[in-house]
């Protein structure tokens, strides 16, 4: 008789604990025991949250080198069957050896399930029956449980899912997660209901009144915001560290639908150069807001609302701020299109301004956020859960950055964007409009568009001062991309074991069909090839799902928690001759009251963090046993806490601190 020493660890998280019998097999090369109930000296205690127990299972002879484990659990009266979240088993046998399984998933039902050992194993590597049917059956269980859906077409597929309670109990949320996000949300609409503002359609008639929305809910930024809102310097700011840093380029040659009048524009340069002259220096630049040209407003509490198609343009002052000089609202030039510029009358000046940030609110909302760090978040995730076992490296390597992705999606399907949604209550691109962008916006996609070493160069930002999203976004990318290079290497030693592993290649085509619906002029990979271009595919994904969803989502309520800095929607049309305007005006076109209150709302929702917040680099879960890896993460953790205090330090002498990439405040994935 042989003694197998195995321990159980149950995890240290609200409700994780089981009063049911757990039961296990161990399977190896040469056997397998028999299934034993696990009892200790703990009695019921053992399997209770934060628990580690020890239990011993013989066998007659040794069973070889161990393969998977079997666990099942089956419940006794006066208990009724529970939900169980065990992290890990680690098992040593008579031989010595010590053998871990992470499982870090719950196990609501009597079923068996299996477990591979930790150590990483690529398919072509399988050379026992146990573990090709063990994988083969894995992915065939997540195939049924992880099904595609087209939620609409033209855009990024989704997982077919009704409600929360309908995904895998392995990808929802914590109940600490659960918890604090409803209190957050019913909390806040709580504080509106009763001021008297959640469902009043009357429009602002003092600016200073917006005040009175969350006047106790403000962070150090959105107060600077409210502050200096109608400063030229602090406008041109954000289209470098505000929530949507991806749109400004450099412009070297101005468009043809924007011809702005030179001499005006001249007098607002500073210095002896002419317009032309500081193009071909690098200190003008453009947003052009052309992908919602043609989208149809929607309607809000019977009315019709205004969304423009912006023309921006700015320019680099020898003081290295970055300002406005030119603003043309609507894309076809025309005599009730007038461009505006800041020698125009204080409020034709602010209104222009104000379209400008609306259109950018629904330009960031739908595309820079929505399509390009969630959607796409969730097609990595689902295409990883469907055609990527646990065993697999690029599983343990990837499962960290899918954490809540799915379910915030599905909640975000299920309150933001469906049909009674807030964006299509609220928002002036709800509706017909939000689909027509998401449509737009996907067929813009590129895949060096994701990448940011490249997208910084495509848009000529290399040298524009003060650009801390891309001076903060290079180091990131460059840590997680020798992080991933480090790891893919060790295990990915030459290009045709890349072109030889079928998970790879059936993970990345799925992505390329559901994720950007099989077109091939965005540059997705359709298959990798060589080592290389699987690291520098897996960096973007990781980039994606941390520090770009963190640049985008973060600042959301420190921007837009002062209302006219970010508008949901714009009530009337924007002037078609100059010197129309007042403040009058200004506070008929802004938003109405129930609209600005919800979009406040749900701003601070989505800026809240939740108190499991895990952040980049940081894994609670051991999915990886082997030496090397698990050095590459801790360099991979050094690397990320000296960018951490760079940035701090260099926060220390900002007016406005940019935080959005510090690895501290980064989460690992999509998870609000």
């Keep these: 008789m042989v003694r197998y020493e195995v321990t ?56 070889g080198k161990l393969v998977l484990i079997e666990v099942d659990k089956q419940h006794l009266p006066p208990f009724l069957e529970d939900s169980w979240f065990a992290s890990k088993v680690e098992v040593k046998s008579p031989e010595g050896d010590n053998y871990k399984f992470p499982i870090y998933r719950w196990i609501i039902d009597s079923k068996v399930h299996r477990f591979r050992e930790a150590t990483a194993l690529r398919v072509f590597e399988e050379n026992h029956h146990l573990g090709r049917n063990s994988r083969q059956q894995e992915l065939k269980q997540r195939e049924e449980d992880y099904r595609w859906d087209a939620y609409v077409g033209g855009v990024p597929h989704t997982m077919k899912a009704s409600h929360p309670h309908s995904l895998p109990d392995e990808v929802r949320f914590s109940f600490t997660k659960k918890a604090e996000f409803s209190y957050t949300a019913s909390e806040g609409m709580r504080e509106l209901k009763l001021k008297g503002l959640d469902d009043c359609k009357e429009n602002w008639t003092d600016i200073y009144a917006i005040n009175r929305v969350f006047c106790c809910r403000k962070t150090d930024l959105s107060e600077y915001v409210q502050q200096h809102w109608k400063d030229d310097a602090f406008f041109g700011y954000q289209f470098l560290n505000g929530v949507n840093p991806i749109l400004i380029q450099r412009c070297t040659a101005l468009p043809n639908n924007f011809p702005v009048d030179h001499i005006r524009i001249n007098n607002h340069l500073r210095g002896p150069h002419g317009l032309q002259d500081e193009m071909k220096k690098g200190n003008i630049f453009l947003c052009d807001y052309k992908r919602l040209d043609g989208v149809k407003p929607n309607t809000i509490n019977g009315k019709k609302q205004y969304l423009m198609a912006p023309l921006v343009l700015l320019y ?87 954490r809540y992705t799915l379910q915030i999606n599905l909640l975000a399907r299920l309150l933001l964007i469906s049909e009674n949604g807030f ?109 290389d271009e699987l690291v520098r595919f897996v960096t973007m994904v990781i980039f994606t799902c941390s520090g ?26 924007p002037p078609t001759t100059k010197g129309t305007t007042s403040e009058a005006t200004m506070l008929q076109t802004l938003p109405n009251v129930d609209a600005t209150v919800q979009g406040m709302a749900i701003m601070w929702l989505l800026s809240k963090r939740s108190s499991d917040f895990v952040h980049l680099g940081h894994f609670p879960e051991e999915h990886f046993r082997e030496e090397i890896p698990r050095r590459l993460i801790k360099d991979f953790q050094g690397e990320l806490e000296v960018l951490s205090a760079a940035i701090k330090t260099r926060n220390e002498n900002l007016v406005v601190p940019y935080t959005y990439m510090d690895p501290k405040e980064v989460e690992n994935s999509v998870a609000i």
């Design 8 to 63: 159980v660890f149950t995890a240290d998280m609200a409700t994780a604990t089981t009063f049911n019998n757990v039961f296990l097999k161990l399977v190896g090369t040469d056997g397998e025991s028999e299934r034993t109930l696990l009892v200790d000296d703990k009695g019921c205690a053992s399997f209770f949250k934060g628990a580690v127990s020890s239990f011993s299972v013989c066998c007659p002879n040794s069973i």
């Design 548 to 573: 770009q969803h963190s640049a985008v989502n973060c600042g959301q309520f420190d921007y837009g928690g002062w209302m006219p800095n970010a508008p949901t929607t714009m009530q009337c049309p």
């Design 423 to 531: 964006f299509t209550n609220f928002a002036s691109s709800g509706g017909e409009g939000m689909i027509t962008i998401l449509k737009k916006s996907l067929s813009s996609v590129t895949y060096s568009s994701l990448c940011i070493p490249d997208d910084i160069a495509e848009r000529g930002m290399e040298a524009v001062p003060n650009f801390y999203y891309r001076d903060d976004g290079l180091r990131l990318w460059d840590i997680i991309h020798r992080f991933v290079q480090g790891i893919l290497s060790y295990y990915y030693k030459k290009d045709d074991e890349v072109q030889q592993d079928s998970e790879l290649q059936t993970w990345i085509r799925d992505i390329f069909e559901h994720g950007f619906l099989s077109q091939a002029g965005t540059g997705i990979p359709q298959r990798f090839s060589t080592v």
């Design 316 to 402: 680099s002052t020898p003081e290295d701020s970055l300002v406005p000089i030119a603003i043309q609202l609507k894309q076809t030039p025309a005599d009730d299109n007038p461009i505006f510029y800041p020698s125009d009358s204080e409020y034709d000046w602010l209104t222009a301004k104000i379209f400008v940030r609306s259109a950018d609110f629904n330009y960031h909302q739908l595309n820079t956020h929505l399509l390009r760090t969630h959607l796409l978040a969730e097609v990595f995730a689902v295409s990883l859960l469907r055609n990527v076992p646990m065993v697999h490296p690029l599983y343990k390597l990837l499962i960290p950055h899918t």
